[in-house]
């Protein structure tokens, strides 16, 4: 099982890395703003699991404090941004 993870792990943070790229293309492109928000929320939920398969490749159980750290701000940017979008909606009486 070990030599599995000697080449699973390594590979998918390939997979992840490149799934962060395209993530932030689409936050650059937009086109809309939360279109960038999605994005940025899907970086971080991927930079969390890269950090998970990091804790795994090293042993290092400090790096799970790390990943719930990033994942409790990214929790608290999605509710603001909710927050928000509600705020606007109420404000302009649009229902969009």
Do not use: C, N, W
Not at 32 to 50: C, E, H, K, N, W
Not at 74 to 83: D, H, K, N, Q
Request: net charge negative; hydrophobic share 60%.
């Amino acid at each position: 099982m070990t030599h599995f993870l000697d080449i699973a792990v390594p590979v998918a943070m390939i997979f992840l890395t490149a799934t962060i790229f395209m993530a932030f293309v689409r936050l650059i492109k937009g086109p809309s703003f939360p279109d960038r928000v999605v994005a940025l929320d899907i970086m971080t939920t991927v930079a969390m699991g890269l950090i998970g398969l990091y804790a795994m490749e090293t042993g290092e159980a400090i790096f799970l404090d790390v990943a719930l750290l990033l994942a409790l701000v990214s929790f608290l940017g999605t509710v603001a941004f909710a927050y928000y979008v509600e705020r606007r909606q109420l404000a302009t009486g649009s229902s969009e």
